[in-house]
């Protein structure tokens, strides 16, 4: 059995930053992609950034240049670097790992940005 614990998240005013981390657990012998989505209210889940077991990333549009994704494979931990926050980013923040083709799902960190 693998689990995905966030965590990080918090209230942060509009211009400032934070950091999540996501550790995964249990029946683990090596991840492959690991990624962050994040789901505002009324919207629907959405890629933030992936970084591949080589250290490839990807992120989306409306992030680029903000936030930074990385990841050590020591600890089975990937971590999402949140800067120049805007209130467009408060959602629920989620972390996906893919171990082998099967994607596990933590239960997410709430971001907040005040204006």
């Known amino acids: 059995q693998v689990q995905v614990v966030e965590s990080g998240g918090g209230l942060v005013q509009a211009g400032g930053s934070l950091r999540l981390s996501c550790a995964a657990s249990g029946s683990i012998f090596s991840i492959n992609a690991m990624g962050w989505y994040r789901q505002a209210p009324g919207k629907q889940r959405e890629l933030v950034a992936s970084i591949t077991s080589g250290g490839g990333t990807h992120y989306a549009d409306s992030v680029k240049g903000r936030f930074t994704i990385s990841r050590d494979n020591a600890k089975n931990t990937v971590y999402l670097h949140l800067n120049s926050l805007k209130s467009e980013d408060t959602a629920v923040y989620y972390c996906?790992?893919?171990?082998?083709?099967?994607?596990?799902w933590g239960k997410g960190t709430l971001v907040t940005v005040s204006s």
């Open positions: 996906n790992v893919d171990i082998y083709g099967t994607y596990y």
